[in-house]
Nanobody, 123 residues
């Protein structure tokens, strides 16, 4: 499966952004999908994940209440709505497809990755 992330950009603190991830090739409809982020010099960290059905979600504590995740199986797409953005949300955001059906936060569960999209939050 090929993944294409988009929607990143520069936003002021307190603002919002919506990231999208389009999957092509092999369908990801039976797999959970997720978002991770990485800043230079640090390990990639979990942000959010959604189950194959969209009925189960998981979030990092740092984004709970501010980010929501959704998916449209009809067009093999996933979205991350980010609100109340903080400077510490600045990172390259990556979308990924899990080998599992249910949402997990374990990076090892995600063998398929897209290229990243930069999110920069100015304070």
């Amino acid at each position: 499966v090929q993944l294409q992330a988009s929607g990143g950009g520069l936003v002021q603190a307190g603002g919002s952004l919506r990231l999208s991830c389009a999957a092509s090739g092999r369908t990801a409809s039976n797999n959970a999908m997720g978002w991770f982020r990485q800043v230079p010099g640090k390990e990639r960290e979990f942000v959010a994940a959604i189950s194959w059905s969209g009925g189960q979600t998981a979030f990092a504590d740092s984004v709970k209440g501010r980010f929501t995740i959704s998916r449209r199986k009809a067009d093999n797409a996933m979205h991350l709505q980010m609100t109340s953005l903080k400077s510490e949300d600045t990172a390259v955001y990556y979308c990924a497809v899990s080998r599992r059906a249910f949402a997990t936060s374990t990076i090892a569960d995600f063998p398929s990755w897209g290229q990243g999209t930069q999110v920069t939050v100015s304070s």
